[in-house]
């Protein structure tokens, strides 16, 4: 995206139009809005649209800040759900992506590129954004269910983001639950003096 001017920042209800413009920008994120990750399957399935729209805005408007923002040259154009992993409900409950351990960790767990902005790296700069905002709400570890991209691999796949651009990043391989599913781990604790 070299010669764009690139932006990121915290997901706030000063920026709720923006979240908008990026969940509307993808076929998928007008439907999800994120909120797999923070209702029960009936729940999320029955407020597909509208209902998934309103349990993410009562998060952000609420302070919460669950995501960050990408802007290309002034326009929304990506999104990275980054928050505490208690605020996760769908997680805390899944089997194969239990906790590890009692390390209080937070969880990036999706990423929504506008149609636009695709196969230009965009997702890689959201996860450097996320890294930044976990950090600067005090997080001591990030954690990330990527996948690994396979023959049958399908687009939905690249919702949770790849596991080559996490390791880029410096997330290392803490588990393997699922044959393309690894658990990854960064350490945000500050370095000892």
Request: charged share 25%; proline share 8%.
């Amino acid at each position: 995206m070299s010669g764009d001017s690139i932006v990121c920042g915290p997901a706030t209800a000063e920026h709720w139009g923006d979240v908008v413009a990026v969940m509307e920008g993808c076929s998928y994120g007008r439907k999800c809005w994120c909120a797999y990750w923070y209702l029960p399957n009936r729940d999320y399935k029955a407020g597909w649209g509208p209902d998934n729209a309103a349990t993410l805005r009562s998060r952000v408007e609420g302070g919460e800040e669950p995501g960050v923002i990408a802007w290309v040259d002034g326009e929304a154009a990506g999104w990275c759900a980054v928050a505490p992993r208690e605020n996760h409900d769908r997680l805390n409950r899944s089997k194969p992506f239990a906790r590890l351990d009692d390390t209080p960790v937070w969880s990036v767990v999706c990423f929504v590129v506008c149609k636009g902005y695709r196969r230009r790296g965009l997702m890689r700069i959201l996860l450097g954004a996320a890294v930044d905002h976990a950090r600067n709400k005090g997080a001591v570890a990030l954690e990330a269910y990527p996948t690994e991209p396979g023959p049958k691999a399908g687009s939905a796949d690249l919702y949770f983001g790849t596991a080559a651009a996490f390791r880029d990043a410096g997330f290392e391989e803490a588990a393997r639950p699922l044959p393309r599913r690894p658990i990854m781990r960064l350490d945000l604790s500050p370095p000892a003096r």
